[in-house]
């Protein structure tokens, strides 16, 4: 595990970098600078010049990573991230070699260990295929779905907008996302004109979407050839804050006030009602076979799917507002109302932290499936972080609270949900 260290200046994250298990080759990670952006005007075209400053890359892994004593603490933010309880278990102390504003693992590599990593060649970066990055963002097009935008879903094929609130989903096509008066291609009304839609989730083939929120229900929707309702299943408490899918689309979980509910969502079944603590379930999430809440009460805890014991929890000390996981479901991540990001490891106790120094109300997370990036919505900025690096690849700002976000399965567009309308955004690369 690599140690991190933060840092302070014109970014607004100061991160480090995670181990490099998703790492792109030094040869693809060429210097880009990101856009200027201004509040709520077009960003420019793709072939535009880009900005000549430049943007400051992390360093490289090295063993002198291994000993912080040597990295310039200059600066450094006096923090500390708790290690992982067990079930039953208490905070452990301060390891040895730890110091504010470091994170650490549990355990240090020995001189036996680096003299067999010193002895692996490295693998020529010819040799390794890597995805490119986002420089920056386009503004194309703005969608008006005339009410607030809880949750919103983006397919790739054939290219579709869902903006989901109160009463309604609309559906938009590729021609509306990239324009500002287009009307919707369809509107999928409600039977109950006051149920809000506060969160969905789109299947992996991309033919169906799931949504809950103040419905009393969870909705299964066929979205292929006509957007359609397939079932209704009965939830059995009155507010859905949160929903997750599993990698092969067979399980969902839905987040309620004190339990999370867990779906055979292919024979729409309720396999169990799971109870969490109350005010640790305002989101949830899924990786193999552990799912994670967090909530109110600022504790992020992970469950055996199997056994549905608790597992670990780690305390982040600020309230939970997101969790996602990137897509090889090897990292967890949760926003908090601090805005700043923790960074877990799903296996192992490794963690990390991107530090931003204010509140923000709104914090959603949606890493790319590509894997190379994800974006953090707070409040109204959104910023576009590279993994494992948290370098910062670019910076918008809207003129409301961003209140969702998705990005799409082919990681070229970028869709907002804010006050009555959705932004999209096509991404430069």
């Given at each position: 595990?690599?140690?991190?260290?933060?840092?302070?200046?014109?970014?607004?994250?100061?991160?480090?970098e995670i181990p490099p298990t998703l790492r792109p080759s030094p040869a693809s990670r060429k210097p880009s600078s990101p856009a200027h952006c201004t509040k709520c005007l077009l960003r420019r075209p793709p072939g535009a010049p880009r900005d000549s400053q430049p943007v400051t890359e992390m360093h490289s892994m090295t063993q002198q990573r291994w000993h912080p004593q040597a990295q310039d603490t200059s600066g450094l933010q006096h923090m500390r991230f708790s290690e992982?309880?067990?079930?039953?278990?208490?905070?452990?102390?301060?390891?040895?070699?730890?110091?504010a504003g470091?994170?650490?693992?549990?355990?240090?590599?020995?001189?036996e260990v680096w003299s067999l990593l010193k002895a692996i060649p490295p693998i020529p970066d010819e040799a390794v295929v890597t995805q490119k990055s986002p420089y920056g963002s386009w503004?194309?097009?703005?969608?008006?779905?005339?009410?607030?935008?809880?949750?919103?879903?983006?397919?790739?094929?054939?290219?579709?907008?869902?903006?989901?609130?109160?009463?309604?989903?609309r559906?938009?096509?590729?021609?509306?996302?990239?324009a500002s008066d287009r009307a919707p291609q369809a509107q999928l009304d409600f039977q109950d004109?006051?149920?809000?839609?506060?969160?969905?989730?789109?299947?992996?083939?991309?033919?169906?979407?799931?949504?809950?929120?103040?419905?009393?229900?969870?909705?299964?929707w066929d979205l292929a050839p006509t957007p359609q309702i397939r079932a209704q299943m009965a939830s059995t408490g009155p507010i859905c804050y949160s929903l997750a899918l599993s990698s092969d689309a067979h399980i969902c979980l839905a987040s309620f006030e004190g339990f999370v509910e867990?779906?055979?969502?292919?024979n729409q079944i309720l396999i169990r009602k799971h109870e969490v603590p109350p005010y640790g379930s305002r989101c949830v999430d899924i990786t193999g076979f552990k799912f994670w809440t967090g909530g109110e009460d600022t504790v992020l805890y992970s469950w055996d799917m199997r056994s549905y014991q608790k597992i670990q929890q780690h305390n982040l000390c600020h309230e939970i507002l997101s969790i996602t996981h990137d897509p090889s479901e090897e990292w967890v991540l949760a926003g908090l109302k601090m805005s700043d990001i923790a960074i877990l490891h799903v296996h192992r106790e490794e963690k990390y932290k991107a530090v931003v120094q204010r509140y923000s109300q709104h914090h959603n997370l949606k890493f790319a499936s590509c894997g190379t990036h994800f974006v953090a919505t707070l409040d109204s900025t959104i910023h576009c972080l590279e993994a494992p690096s948290l370098r910062r690849l670019f910076q918008t700002e809207e003129c409301y609270d961003i209140l969702c976000c998705d990005i799409s399965s082919d990681s070229q567009y970028l869709v907002t949900g804010s006050k009555e309308s959705a932004i999209v955004y096509q991404l430069l690369y």
């Amino acid at each position: 595990m690599a140690t991190m260290f933060l840092r302070c200046g014109s970014h607004p994250f100061s991160g480090a970098e995670i181990p490099p298990t998703l790492r792109p080759s030094p040869a693809s990670r060429k210097p880009s600078s990101p856009a200027h952006c201004t509040k709520c005007l077009l960003r420019r075209p793709p072939g535009a010049p880009r900005d000549s400053q430049p943007v400051t890359e992390m360093h490289s892994m090295t063993q002198q990573r291994w000993h912080p004593q040597a990295q310039d603490t200059s600066g450094l933010q006096h923090m500390r991230f708790s290690e992982a309880e067990p079930e039953g278990g208490t905070s452990s102390g301060s390891q040895p070699g730890a110091t504010a504003g470091q994170f650490w693992s549990s355990s240090l590599p020995n001189r036996e260990v680096w003299s067999l990593l010193k002895a692996i060649p490295p693998i020529p970066d010819e040799a390794v295929v890597t995805q490119k990055s986002p420089y920056g963002s386009w503004r194309v097009g703005t969608l008006h779905h005339g009410r607030r935008v809880n949750a919103i879903a983006v397919s790739r094929a054939p290219r579709h907008v869902y903006t989901c609130g109160t009463g309604y989903i609309r559906v938009w096509d590729e021609d509306a996302l990239h324009a500002s008066d287009r009307a919707p291609q369809a509107q999928l009304d409600f039977q109950d004109p006051q149920n809000r839609v506060l969160t969905c989730k789109l299947f992996p083939d991309e033919q169906s979407l799931i949504t809950g929120g103040i419905a009393q229900a969870l909705t299964l929707w066929d979205l292929a050839p006509t957007p359609q309702i397939r079932a209704q299943m009965a939830s059995t408490g009155p507010i859905c804050y949160s929903l997750a899918l599993s990698s092969d689309a067979h399980i969902c979980l839905a987040s309620f006030e004190g339990f999370v509910e867990i779906w055979d969502v292919q024979n729409q079944i309720l396999i169990r009602k799971h109870e969490v603590p109350p005010y640790g379930s305002r989101c949830v999430d899924i990786t193999g076979f552990k799912f994670w809440t967090g909530g109110e009460d600022t504790v992020l805890y992970s469950w055996d799917m199997r056994s549905y014991q608790k597992i670990q929890q780690h305390n982040l000390c600020h309230e939970i507002l997101s969790i996602t996981h990137d897509p090889s479901e090897e990292w967890v991540l949760a926003g908090l109302k601090m805005s700043d990001i923790a960074i877990l490891h799903v296996h192992r106790e490794e963690k990390y932290k991107a530090v931003v120094q204010r509140y923000s109300q709104h914090h959603n997370l949606k890493f790319a499936s590509c894997g190379t990036h994800f974006v953090a919505t707070l409040d109204s900025t959104i910023h576009c972080l590279e993994a494992p690096s948290l370098r910062r690849l670019f910076q918008t700002e809207e003129c409301y609270d961003i209140l969702c976000c998705d990005i799409s399965s082919d990681s070229q567009y970028l869709v907002t949900g804010s006050k009555e309308s959705a932004i999209v955004y096509q991404l430069l690369y």
